[in-house]
């Protein structure tokens, strides 16, 4: 999967694609290599980002520090590097 990579430390590397300001927030299958994703927070003062990774860490049953932005800050396409995920959780985001 392209929008996934496993790295050698056991972490994961996210290629994602935000639609920030949507009805609500949830995973909607791929756009291009990335993984797009609807938030419902607004993309001012950072909301976005905060609840971009407070939403993939609970999707995947991870403590929220285990979660950080990588880069994109103030882009829609971000990557999103996940520590201590299961590998089979991870590659079922996209059957949300």
């Known amino acids: 999967m392209s929008w996934l990579t496993l790295c050698n430390d056991g ?4 290629a994602l694609h935000i639609q ?7 995973i ?10 609807r938030l419902a927070a607004p993309p001012v003062d950072g909301k ?16 929220k520090r285990s979660v950080s ?3 994109g800050a103030t882009s829609r396409q ?4 996940v520590t201590d995920a299961d590998p089979a959780r991870l590659a079922r985001l996209t059957e949300h």
């Open 20 to 26: 920030p300001g949507a009805k609500r927030t949830e």
């Open 69 to 71: 932005l990588e880069s």
């Open 48 to 63: 976005a980002n905060e609840a971009l990774l407070a939403f993939i860490a609970t999707t995947l049953g991870v403590a």
């Open 11 to 14: 972490s994961a590397l996210l």
């Open 78 to 81: 971000k990557r999103v590097r």
């Open 28 to 37: 909607a299958g791929l756009h291009g290599e990335a993984l797009k994703i």
